[in-house]
């Protein structure tokens, strides 16, 4: 079993800052990806950012110079350093994570429960 819980989300005013964090637990071998996808009312799910094992890092066009994701693989945990926020970036918050657990089993389909990041005007 494993588990996926963030926190650090909240209300901001707009150009302020956030910094979400992930921490994965539970039957863990490795950690092979970690992501931060939000879903906005009334919208679909999307990327925002991806950091793997090795560090190499992906980010959605909206977030490049604004969002820096990160991890801790002795915590197994990630973070997102959001900074210069805007309305737009109003959404739940989720993370994943691509996982091979103990067994030997991989797999990218574990989320968090999300946290709501609100962006005021």
């Known amino acids: 079993q494993v588990q996926l819980v963030e926190s650090g989300g909240g209300l901001v005013q707009a150009g302020g800052s956030l910094r979400l964090s992930c921490a994965a637990s539970g039957s863990i071998f490795s950690i092979n990806a970690m992501g931060w996808y939000r879903q906005a009312p009334g919208k679909q799910r999307e990327l925002v950012a991806t950091?793997?094992?090795?560090?190499?890092?992906n980010y959605a066009d909206s977030v490049k110079g604004r969002f820096t994701i990160s991890r801790d693989n002795a915590e197994n945990t990630a973070y997102l350093q959001m900074n210069s926020l805007k309305p737009e970036d109003t959404a739940v918050y989720y993370c994943?994570?691509?996982?091979?657990?103990?067994?030997?089993?991989?797999?990218?389909?574990?989320w968090g429960r999300g946290t709501q990041v609100t962006v005021s005007s």
């Open positions: 950091i793997t094992s090795g560090g190499r890092l």
């Open positions: 994943n994570a691509d996982i091979t657990g103990i067994r030997g089993v991989r797999t990218n389909g574990y």
